[in-house]
């Protein structure tokens, strides 16, 4: 079955640091991913999701994922880190034989920014 | 105007009742989903509609009844309800049920089972 796994529950970065959340996802054939993001007591955004073409996509509020497919991975970077980025953060799959169009989640990366 | 808005946003209630959280988009979308987030945020479907057909029923207990009287709208129905069910519930949305389809999500309706 396809899973996602994302490394690191908690990440902390301080202020205008370099931000890296990880993700890996299990399929012989590449799914669609997808990075979203969750602020408190809120629903989920959509940062930015990797369909076809360009492996390296940029999404909202300088977030950008690079595909490797080599690696089965899909991590989320955003080059400075701002104290409005903190929040949780969603990496999910939507299979592509999958019917349904159901996105399967990891298990979330809380971020903490720090003055 | 919000694209995808549920009601109530906060539901406490006692074990055995019946409750319903309704969902509506105006979006236009053709596809609706519910989410279930657990107390440690992990999110996963229970159920899909294309056009107020089910399309995902991913082996949620009986007790949960899905109906769709319009594409607009999707309403989760909860029988007996046990404490196990305190969770985030998320409605979203897509224009189709395809492959890298976006979805949108509402802000979710916290409930509380006691």
């Known amino acids: 079955a396809q899973s996602v796994t994302q490394l690191g529950s908690h990440v902390s970065v301080s202020e205008g640091a370099l931000v890296l959340l990880r993700c890996n996802y299990s399929?012989?054939?590449?799914?669609?991913l997808f990075w979203y993001v969750q602020y408190p007591n809120q629903g989920l955004q959509l940062l930015l999701k990797y369909t076809t073409g360009a492996t390296l996509v940029k999404g909202i509020n300088g977030f950008e994922a690079e595909f490797k497919k080599s690696e089965t991975s899909f991590h989320l970077t955003k080059p400075s880190a701002h104290m409005s980025d903190a929040a949780e953060y969603f990496c999910a799959v939507t299979p592509i034989y999958n019917q349904g169009g159901k996105l399967i989640f990891g298990q979330g990366t809380e971020l903490s920014v720090k003055p | 105007d919000t694209a995808v808005s549920q009601t109530p946003k906060y539901l406490v209630t006692q074990m055995g009742n019946d409750k319903s959280i309704k969902c509506e988009q105006n979006?236009?979308?053709?596809?609706m989903y519910w989410y279930k987030q657990d107390s440690k945020k992990f999110l996963k479907i229970m159920f899909s509609y294309n056009n107020k057909e089910l399309i995902i029923n991913e082996t949620v207990p009986n007790r949960f009844s899905p109906k769709s009287p319009d594409k607009a709208h999707l309403n989760l129905h909860i029988n007996s309800l046990e404490l196990g069910d305190s969770a985030v519930y998320f409605c979203a949305s897509s224009q189709q049920t395809g492959y890298g389809e976006t979805q949108y999500f509402g802000p979710g309706t916290r409930l509380l089972v006691l």
């Open positions: 979006l236009g979308h053709d596809t």
């Open positions: 399929s012989s054939v590449p799914p669609y």
